[in-house]
């Protein structure tokens, strides 16, 4: 991990959908968050990566950004995500960059930027997470 969690974040570990993909975060920068995920595990039929588990990531590395943008005593929840499917995935791992594209008081948005081993995009998505008073 290059950034650890903020000491006021009260859930550091992964949520049981994230342990069952094998999603990891590996850096808390809030203007930049990482995460992974194996594509053993969470193909679809045809052996790609299964566009629900690239979701998954997705809204894993977004809401993680908007809880740690919002600061302490505040949550976030997703309200909208938007994916689009570049190239498929069929092995290793892929790597979920998250940036803010906005970071307001009562909402957020993210960009995420999915890769393959080599670099490649597979997937970008757009993120809009509500933030509450947790």
């Avoid at 969470?42 to 979701?55: D, I, V, W």
Wanted: charged residues 15%.
């Amino acid at each position: 991990m290059t950034t650890p969690a903020p000491d006021w974040l009260p859930l550091t570990e992964p949520g049981p959908l994230d342990d069952k993909l094998g999603i990891r975060i590996v850096d808390f920068t809030p203007d930049r968050l990482v995460a992974t995920m194996p594509v053993e595990g969470n193909q679809q039929p045809f052996g790609l990566l299964h566009g629900g588990a690239t979701c998954a990531l997705v809204e894993s590395v977004g809401s993680w950004a908007a809880a740690i943008n919002a600061g302490p005593g505040r949550k976030a929840v997703g309200v909208e995500l938007n994916a689009s499917y570049l190239r498929a995935a069929t092995s290793g791992t892929v790597t979920a960059v998250c940036t803010p594209a906005r970071i307001g008081r009562t909402l957020s948005t993210f960009l995420v930027q999915v890769t393959d081993e080599a670099g490649r995009t597979t997937a970008t998505a757009r993120l809009t997470c509500a933030v509450v008073p947790a």
